[in-house]
C-alpha cells in the first residue's frame, strides 16, 4: 500500500476550508462544469452503427458455444447485473442524498478534490472534470487525481480514450507525473487491488486506509451495471451493443470518500462516494461497500481478471 506523509495539523485546515466558501449546487453537488459536445467521428459512427452491430452477436455467440469459461463468466456477469435492475442502487433514498453530500464535501479525503481560492471573495475550483466523451473515462479519472495531488492541469495531457485496464491505467498516470510539472518534483506509486484477490474486510480496510492518508487518493475501476443495472430505458435497449456493455463495460471513476452508516448493523457497510466521470449520473453519489465490492470482484472477459481499486500516491522519500 502507498505510504503516505500524515499531516494532521494541515490535514484540519484544509477540511474546515473546504467547507466554507465551496461551489455546490441546489443538490448538495459540487459544481462541475459539464463537457462540451464532442461530435462522435465518422469513423466511429460507422465502427458502432454499422459493424458491431453485426459482428458482436455473431463473436458472442460463437464464445458462448465453444468457450466454457467464457460462458461461466457470462452467465456469473448477468446474475449480478440483473439483481441490480432488480434493485438499483439509484432508487435508493442514499445515492445522491443531500445530507450525506454535505457529510462527504466536510472529509479532508473530498475537500482534497477542490482547489481554494487565494482571495476570500471568488469561489472555490472543483479539481474534478466529467469524461468528454464514451471511453474516456479513464482518462478523465487521472486528470482528476493528478490535479488533486497537485499537479497543473496545464501540464497534464487533454483527455484520450484507451485507459482500459487498471495495469495500463498505472502505467499511463505515472507517466504523466513524471512528466509534468509539479512543485515539490515528487512522482507518484500506485497500488491495484483486485477484487478477486481480497476478502471484503481486507477491501473496505484499504479503502479506509487510503482515504484517511491525505496524500493518496483512490481510482476505481468496476462494473457501474453491478451497481445501477441494465437501465432500459429509450431505443437504446435494442441496440446490440446494449446488453455488451451493460455485462463486459468497465468504468474509472474516483473515490471521494466514505460515510459511516448511522445503522449499527450495518457498521462495517459503509456508504462510499464515488465521483462518476460521465456527466449523466449527475456527479457524487453513494453506493453500501458491500455492493462496490461486489462490482469491483466483477471479471473483465478480456483480461479474465477482476476489476480493480488502485491506490495513487506520491512515493516515500
Known sequence: ???????????????????????????????????????????????????????????VSFKMLTDKS????????????????KKPCTDEWYFQDVGLLQKLWSLPSAAAYIQKSADTSDDDTPLLE???????????????????????????PDQKGG????????????????ESTHDDGMEIETTIVRGSDVTYEEFLST???????????????????????????????????????????????PILGMVEQDDKEEKDNPFIAIFDTNHKYNGAYFVPCRRLYDAVSSIDVGSKKSRAIILVGKKSV
Open 207 to 253: 479503502l479506509r486506509q487510503g482515504l484517511d492518508n491525505p496524500n493518496c487518493r483512490i481510482c476505481c475501476n468496476y462494473l457501474r451495471s453491478a451497481l445501477t443495472g441494465f437501465e432500459m430505458t429509450g431505443l437504446w435497449k435494442f441496440h446490440p451493443l446494449f446488453f455488451v456493455l451493460k455485462l463486459y463495460g468497465g468504468h474509472f471513476s
Open 70 to 85: 467464457y460462458r461461466l463468466t457470462t452467465t456469473s456477469l448477468f446474475s449480478l447485473v440483473n439483481g441490480a435492475t
Open 130 to 156: 466529467y469524461q468528454v466523451r464514451e471511453g474516456y473515462c479513464g482518462s478523465a479519472t487521472q486528470r482528476c487525481i493528478l490535479k488533486s495531488l497537485g499537479y497543473p492541469a496545464n501540464s497534464i
Open 1 to 59: 500500500v502507498t505510504q503516505c506523509v500524515y499531516t494532521q495539523d494541515k490535514r484540519r485546515s484544509r477540511m474546515n476550508k473546504a467547507t466554507s466558501s465551496t461551489m455546490m449546487d441546489n443538490k448538495g453537488q459540487l459544481a462541475v462544469a459539464l463537457p462540451s459536445h464532442q461530435p462522435m467521428p465518422l469513423l466511429t459512427k460507422l465502427l458502432f452503427y454499422g459493424v458491431l452491430p453485426i459482428a458482436l452477436p455473431v463473436v
Open 163 to 178: 485507459e482500459s485496464k487498471p495495469d495500463l491505467w498505472c502505467e499511463h498516470v505515472k507517466q504523466i507525473a513524471k
